[in-house]
Nanobody
Framework: QVQLVESGGGLVQPGGSLRLSCAAS????????MGWYRQAPGKQRELVAT????????NYADSVKGRFTISRDNAKSTVYLQMSSLKSEDTAVYYC????????WGQGTQVTVSS
């Protein structure tokens, strides 16, 4: 059974930084391309960043490019999202999943950017 547990969210001022973590279990993590998604109130869930199974290839949505960095530690079965220069429009619940969202969603972690 796949389990995804996101953490690291919180309240941060505009321009601030946060680092999100997602611990995965029940999968062969080092064979899985992973993604970070977010869902703002009243909006559809969107994919913001992806990373290949070995970590060598990353991709970002235009809205976060240059501000967010995705990384992974296959020894810990964990994927990270370093977020900097945060804006109010980054406020959302953040989730991790495979790059095609094939697994059951975790509870997510709330990120609120507000002064």
């Amino acid at each position: 059974q796949v389990q995804l547990v996101e953490s690291g969210g919180g309240l941060v001022q505009p321009g601030g930084s946060l680092r999100l973590s997602c611990a995965a279990s029940g999968i062969i993590f080092n064979l899985a391309g992973m993604g970070w998604y977010r869902q703002a109130p009243g909006k559809q869930r969107e994919l913001v960043a992806t990373i290949s199974s070995g970590g060598g290839t990353t991709n970002y949505a235009d809205s976060v490019k240059g501000r967010f960095t995705i990384s992974r530690d296959n020894a810990k079965s964990t994927v990270y999202l370093q977020m900097s220069s945060l804006k109010s429009e980054d406020t959302a619940v953040y989730y991790c999943n495979s790059v095609v969202g094939r697994w059951s969603w975790g509870q997510g972690t709330q990120v609120t950017v507000s002064s």
